[in-house]
């Protein structure tokens, strides 16, 4: 069974700084694009920023120049580096990853969500 682990979330003041980690556990064939989301109460899960295998990534706009994501391929792992947190910033983040099972079948799986709450 493969899973994702979040950890990294917690309560910050404004302009300060979180990292969050997500690892990948069980046995897979590769594991393809790499991303983070959030979502708030009454609202639609929205993308946060993604990575694919070679490093290409991709932002919202509203965190451009403010969160990295990154990734360890040979640990199965995604970070998200959130600089200059704001209010706005706070929401339950989940991790996503695709990837290819022993079967050879493409999967998605979500990670069980990190709260991060911005206070002002």
């Known amino acids: 069974q493969v899973q994702l682990v979040e950890s990294g979330g917690g309560l910050v003041q404004a302009e300060n700084s979180l990292r969050l980690s997500c690892a990948v556990f069980?046995?897979?064939?590769?594991?393809?694009?790499m991303g983070w989301y959030r979502q708030t109460p009454g609202r639609q899960r929205e993308l946060v920023a993604t990575?694919?295998?070679?490093?290409?990534?991709n932002y919202a706009d509203s965190v451009k120049g403010r969160f990295t994501i990154s990734r360890d391929n040979a640990n199965a792992a995604v970070y998200l580096e959130m600089d200059s947190l704001k209010p706005e910033d706070t929401a339950v983040y989940y991790c996503?990853?695709?990837?290819?099972?022993?079967?050879?079948?493409?999967?998605?799986?979500w990670g069980q969500g990190t709260q991060v709450t911005v206070s002002s």
């Open positions: 990575i694919t295998n070679d490093g290409s990534t």
């Open positions: 069980g046995s897979f064939i590769r594991i393809e694009i």
């Open positions: 996503n990853t695709g990837l290819v099972r022993l079967s050879g079948r493409k999967d998605e799986l």
